[in-house]
């Protein structure tokens, strides 16, 4: 009779800390399992300890493997613990393969779902991501949306619009709720870094997936590397194809593990720029007003682009489009998105809280 959240990938950490210190605050009970889709200790623990989430009561272990292998895994292990357990309610994360499973678990067992970061579309099925999202939304009971647009998919595709609530951004509640622990001048130190870099992060499998296409990635990452140097805290997913591509043959270009949140942050907000294919970092730069070139064809965070500092870019723009933002120097925020204002947590418990009583 408890909530029962459901994280297991790096994004959904950040996420799932402000709901769980919300819901904590009106005395609901709640168990946290852990899937262990992401499992090394940069991945996940790390941030467990930072973000000072509880302890998971259950990590099913699944691991990496295929999109079905993966998903099985997380259904097993979770139709079992909740046949025994029966929640009131679970809570599902983003758009991972962990979240698609709990919420296919849950309905087919007649326990209700909500999803954080509803409504998200990129309209771009070759993105095992949107898949996860469009089913997800149509599973789920309470749909909790982070902007304006998410509610205009949603009610496009014939959600009733009661079940959708716009509550902001829980993913900027924790960046808003670290800002005096992000420490630029040390991560800098740290790393022995000049006063101008270019952060990157990749991870997306249009980018990294694919051995013979990571050449021309590389190429567009080392013309970047030209102009300033760039550290590139790399997912271990892309590691294997970049490095045989020859990404590490320029002497501007940093790989270095990925980094635990704080240091991560850190990182970005003393960029002059940031390249990267990440959803949340997307939205990080907008709030950090940090400027973001995103090296995808297409977003599910548009607002990024309309109110924060975002731009689409490919690798023949990139390489100009980064000159061309050192030229014109950081960028103000322009406008902060409607409820990024760090209380997005606390209006899920509050909506949660009335639906359980
Ligand atoms: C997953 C999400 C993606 C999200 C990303 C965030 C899905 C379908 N994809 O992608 O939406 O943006 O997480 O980081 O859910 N690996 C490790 N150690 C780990 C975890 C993964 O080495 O702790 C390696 C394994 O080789 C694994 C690969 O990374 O096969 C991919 O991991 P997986 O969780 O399947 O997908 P991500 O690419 O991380
Ligand atoms: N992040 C981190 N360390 C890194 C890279 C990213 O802490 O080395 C954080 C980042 O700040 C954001 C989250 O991880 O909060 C985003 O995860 P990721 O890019 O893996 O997933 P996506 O958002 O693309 O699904």
């Known amino acids: 009779d ?13 996420k799932a800390a402000p709901v769980i210190r919300a819901l904590d605050r009106h005395g609901v009970r709640q168990r946290l399992v852990h899937t262990g889709q992401h499992y090394d200790d940069r991945m996940s623990e790390v941030f467990f300890r930072q973000l000072r989430l509880p302890e998971p009561d259950l990590n099913l272990g699944v691991g990496s493997g295929s999109h079905a292998s ?10 079992e613990l909740m046949v025994a357990d029966r929640p009131a309610l679970t809570v599902v994360y983003g758009d991972v393969n962990s979240a698609l499973a709990a919420a296919l678990v849950a309905a087919k067992l007649g326990i209700p779902v909500a999803h954080v970061e509803a409504g998200l579309r990129s309209f771009d099925r070759s993105m095992p991501e949107e898949i996860n999202r469009v089913v997800v939304d149509h ?29 902001g951004n829980p993913m ?32 997306r499998p249009g980018n990294v997936d ?49 980094l635990g949140y704080l240091e991560f942050v850190s990182l970005v907000r003393g960029a002059a720029v940031v390249v990267t294919d990440s959803g949340g970092v997307q ?4 709030m950090l007003g940090v400027p ?24 023949s723009t990139l390489a100009e489009a980064v000159a061309s933002t050192l030229a014109t120097g950081r960028l103000a925020v322009r406008a902060t998105p409607p409820l990024w204002d760090g209380a997005a947590g606390e209006r899920i418990a509050r909506i949660i809280a009335a639906t359980l009583r």
């Open 70 to 79: 993966q998903t099985a895994a997380v259904m097993t292990g979770l139709e």
């Open 2 to 14: 408890a909530v029962l959240h459901v994280a297991g990938a790096r994004p959904n950490f950040p």
């Open 283 to 286: 939205e990080e730069t907008t």
């Open 210 to 258: 694919d051995a013979a296409d990571a050449v021309g990635l590389v190429k567009a990452m080392h013309s970047v590397a030209d102009h300033l140097p760039v550290v590139l805290p790399l997912h271990p997913r892309g590691r294997r194809h970049l490095e045989n591509a020859g990404l590490l043959s320029h002497r501007a270009m940093r790989v270095i593990e990925p």
């Open 292 to 315: 973001c070139l995103t090296l995808r064809p297409n977003t599910e965070r548009p607002i990024t682009i309309t109110h924060g500092t975002n731009r689409l870019v490919t690798r």
């Open 139 to 167: 599973v789920s009971d309470l749909l909790f949306a982070t902007s304006p647009d998410a509610l205009a998919h949603l009610e496009t595709e014939g959600i009733a619009t009661e079940k959708v609530h716009l509550v």
């Open 172 to 203: 900027i509640d924790t960046l808003l709720a670290n800002l005096d622990r992000f420490d630029v001048a040390g991560i800098r130190a740290a790393l022995a870094l000049p006063e101008r870099y270019v952060v990157a992060t990749l991870h």
